[in-house]
């Protein structure tokens, strides 16, 4: 099975960008579809962005369409999620997650293997 470690989370000034990093190691990455994910104080995890095993087919939430790009090198093996024009709404702990399956999902109930997570901290 996949074990997922994400990097990359910090604090940020509004307007500014990170680069999220999600290293997987055991099982064979390009089996499995990612997704990303994030949880802010007493909110309940919502869904970020997701990318299919090749890369050619990804889904975003409403609220980041247009500032974050997920992407993926299975190669190395890792997914990426470029999150630029931060908003304080933004902070959160992300979490990537990786489903067996040729398909992405919004759903996490859809994910098996889940990272620690890493914390974004935007400031206004």
């Known amino acids: 099975q996949v074990q997922l470690v994400e990097s990359g989370g910090g604090l940020v000034q509004a307007g500014g960008s990170l680069r999220l990093s999600c290293v997987a190691s055991?099982?064979?990455?390009?089996?499995?579809?990612m997704g990303w994910f994030r949880q802010a104080p007493g909110k309940e995890r919502e869904f970020v962005a997701a990318?299919?095993?090749?890369?050619?087919?990804?889904r975003y939430g409403d609220y980041v369409k247009g500032r974050f790009t997920i992407s993926r090198d299975n190669a190395k093996p890792t997914v990426y999620l470029q999150m630029n024009g931060l908003k304080p709404e933004d902070t959160a702990v992300y979490y990537c997650?990786?489903?067996?399956?040729?398909?992405?999902?919004?759903?996490?109930?859809?994910?098996?293997?889940w990272g620690q997570g890493t914390q974004v901290t935007v400031s206004s």
């Open positions: 055991e099982g064979t990455f390009s089996n499995y579809a």
């Open positions: 997650a990786g489903r067996q399956h040729r398909l992405v999902s919004i759903y996490g109930y859809d994910y098996d293997y």
């Open positions: 990318i299919s095993r090749s890369g050619s087919n990804t």
